[in-house]
């Protein structure tokens, strides 16, 4: 047990079980056509998406956002839905045949290996669609903001985000990635996505423009950070893939770079006037994690 | 030479090259990384949007509905570029050797025989993406249309529209299909863009809501008769597919839906005033061409 780990998790927990009857609520409230081809699309997207085990970092990223600025976190919970859904497209894609092949997913098996390959490249394809047609419905009151979050996801989404990234990490694992690339890849692959989650949700709770631009900031060092912790802890008996950071730079040097990027992102968050915050902590728990 | 056919598509030569123009220009003022991996993402997109042979069926659509109403087709340009990127990456995704596995496309090599399947597979998800933000781009001054169009995409492309269709198409595939869900299918898998097409032109052309109702009955009608005079071409030798219209209700039948549903697409034009207009062409077109 890691004293600074627990208790942010439990802090956490009630906030899962909102993230995932946002999930479920918005996945049963669908209009699925009644056909059967249809219930099969319907049942592999909701194995991938409303799965157990996922740790839900990015919807309680935008729910903790609000909340640093005292906005009622129910105001944000349609975008945490439209980003774990794009998240969980791009595990989904990611795990295909043609891209990682992997056969099992936070220990359970793949969207391919239970439903096939076409169904699985077809709910993909479908959570990555409906998550900007969600974001569409909910926003419509709002369609300055709604239009704004669209162009957010695009960017996060595409090829300056994870597309982009994704290929830059394919072609890493052919020739050594030099540093330069190592950074940009993880920006795009991971990073753009949780940059997007906080920034989205300044701009639903409608902060000012600079302090949007901060929160993007931190969002940004946040992703970084995220992966480089990642990166540290695929490592087994300190033997790291060479387009990772511990890969590429050394154990030792990734964990000081870490620490520097963290410290970077706590700065961001002081000149917001967070300093004592659940996103302080949320850094901390990330220098930390064992998983 | 077919005489009802010609002129109209004289007439349609000219939009053509302003389509191809605006998607190019989309395309090149893109602000891509400059790596050789995403060279490579922006070859295959490329490839594939900006290939010569595509009937730019969809975008000239949106032209037509346009000037249908008097309104400068400029101003839907955006639109169509989105609509033919999300055609594309249905196409891309489609020929995949988990789908469809073809080879061939407009007689030239499918996107994963060129590129490999991986960046096939990263291009359809690109275009996708980009399609929808770049609409959030374009439209950032008229953010509630913008939003609006970003719904009529989504309900297109998704569950209830491309992805949906494509999924009861394979399952017919295996089983033979009952006529509802022909109807079904065809009004999802592609219907649903070319009704989007004319729904999202009238929307930016500012009609009120009854005129933009009749304009996606009118778009729903076009794309059930455009998919039926497919499949009657698509038959050789007068063998078809058997999750096509001939292949369950027979060619003559098939014959006879067709000229009726384009009948029905006529009297909703008459409905908006349109008799002689080119939208009506369109519709004999449809009804007459050999390709």
Same mark, same amino acid.
Request: contains cysteine; negative net charge.
């Given at each position: ?12 927990k009630t906030r899962t079980e909102v993230v995932d009857e946002s999930l479920r609520g918005a996945f049963e409230k669908f209009p699925w ?6 219930e099969?699309l319907k049942k592999s997207m909701g194995y991938s998406l409303l799965q157990a085990g996922g740790?839900r970092?990015r919807p309680h990223?935008?729910l ?10 129910r105001?944000?919970l349609p975008w945490a839905v439209a980003i774990e859904m794009?998240h969980t497209?791009? =595990? ?7 891209? &990682?092949?992997? /056969? ?6 793949? *969207? +391919? ?10 709910s993909?394809?479908a959570l990555?669609?409906e998550a900007?047609?969600f974001?569409?419905n909910s ?82 060092? =946040? ?7 990642? &990166?540290?802890? /695929? ?6 893939? *060479? +387009? ?48």
């Open positions: 047990m890691n004293p600074a780990v627990d208790p942010f998790l439990n802090e956490l056509p009644r056909t059967t081809a249809i099969n740790k970092f990223l935008t903790l956002t609000a909340e640093a600025f005292a906005v009622n976190p105001k944000v794009v497209y791009s =595990l989904i894609h990611d795990d295909l045949p043609c891209m &990682d092949n992997d /056969d099992i997913r936070r220990g359970q098996a793949t *969207n +391919h290996k239970v439903f096939g390959e076409t169904t699985a490249l077809l993909g394809d990555l669609t900007f047609h974001i569409a926003f419509e009151q709002e369609s300055a903001v709604g239009l704004r979050l669209i162009r957010l996801l695009g960017e996060a989404a595409g090829v300056l985000g994870m597309v982009g990234g994704q290929m830059i990490d394919l072609a890493a694992q052919k020739d050594q990635a030099v540093v330069d690339e190592l950074y940009l890849m993880h920006k795009m692959k991971t990073g753009a996505l949780i940059r997007a989650a906080v920034e989205g949700s300044a701009a639903i709770c409608g902060l000012p423009f600079e302090k949007v631009q901060l929160c993007r900031q931190f969002g940004e060092k =946040l992703g970084l950070a995220f992966q480089i912790k990642d &990166d540290l802890l /695929d490592g087994v008996s300190d033997r790291f893939e *060479n +387009h990772s950071f511990p890969g590429i730079l050394g154990k030792d040097e990734s964990k000081k770079i870490l620490e520097q990027v963290s410290f970077e992102a706590n700065e961001i968050l002081s000149s917001l006037g967070l300093t004592k915050n659940l996103l302080n902590e949320l850094v901390s728990y990330n220098l930390n994690r064992e998983l």
